[in-house]
């Protein structure tokens, strides 16, 4: 499986900031997905990046609040923006092959407290 | 629709007890994957099996087996001799072969707690 890497680990951020967290796969994939954990919560699917086109959002995820960046085959970012407390959760990034029926391997998560 | 069901929020076993989390599930495709994933407290979500629909054999793995039946739409997860290790939200998930947006259907995950 491959190995993923999130930066930051962890940020305590200010009301009206954004944050970008990175994610980074040591082989290269297709297909990189963005997953919001609130607190206690389940996993919630965020947006699907694919290189070399746009993210795919889910709904009630849009691209101004959540951008995301897939400029290679091994590395995505995503952005809060503007954020709220309501933001604070861990994110995740995940890596599947070409067929969202693989196996989906995390990363490590950021968890982000937005006060 | 596609749904994934654990109906346990929580539950708490003495350290050696066996425990059984389950997951029951919902879908119209005749073609699907589960999973099972493991969430320490550290947050990193840990894969630990996936199973597609054609495959009902049971599948043990050390302490750890799972049992999948169609006929009941489960896909059941037994610890065996629980050790305090073992302590974590566990998640059960569908993904279904004909779904484009290529998702995940996430349960809503079992808090396991294992007293020393």
């Known amino acids: ?3 993923i890497s999130q930066k930051p ?4 951020c200010q009301r009206g900031t954004s ?3 990175q994610c980074q796969v040591d082989s290269q ?3 990189m997905f963005w997953y919001r954990q609130q607190p206690g919560q389940s996993l919630t699917l965020i947006a ?4 070399g086109s746009e993210a795919t959002y889910e709904s009630g995820f ?5 951008p995301i960046s897939r400029p290679n085959l091994t590395f995505s970012t995503l952005t809060v923006s503007n954020m709220s407390p309501e933001d604070s959760s861990i994110y995740l990034c995940s890596v599947g092959g070409t067929s969202g029926t693989e196996t989906q391997y995390f990363g490590p998560g950021t968890r982000l407290l937005v006060l | 629709a596609q749904k994934v069901t654990q109906a346990q929020t929580e539950i708490s076993v003495v350290e050696k007890e066996d425990v059984t989390l389950d997951c029951v599930y919902e879908t119209r495709d005749t073609t699907y994957y589960l999973f099972w994933y493991k969430q320490p ?5 840990v894969f630990l099996i996936r199973r597609n629909s054609f495959d009902e054999q049971n599948e043990i793995s050390g302490r750890y087996s799972w049992n999948f039946q169609k006929s009941t739409s489960s896909f059941n997860f037994t610890i065996t001799a629980s050790q305090v290790v073992d302590s974590a939200v566990y998640f059960c998930a569908l993904s279904e072969a004909e779904d484009s947006n290529y998702q995940l259907i ?3 995950g079992t808090k396991l707690i294992i007293k020393p």
Do not use: C, H, Y
């Open chain 1, 29 to 31: 994939v297709t297909m």
């Open chain 1, 19 to 21: 944050l970008t967290i």
């Open chain 1, 62 to 66: 849009v691209i101004d609040k959540f």
């Open chain 1, 48 to 51: 699907t990046a694919n290189q």
């Open chain 1, 9 to 12: 680990s962890r940020d305590i």
């Open chain 2, 41 to 45: 407290p550290s947050g990193e979500l």
């Open chain 2, 106 to 108: 996430w349960g809503a």
């Open chain 1, 1 to 3: 499986s491959a190995v």
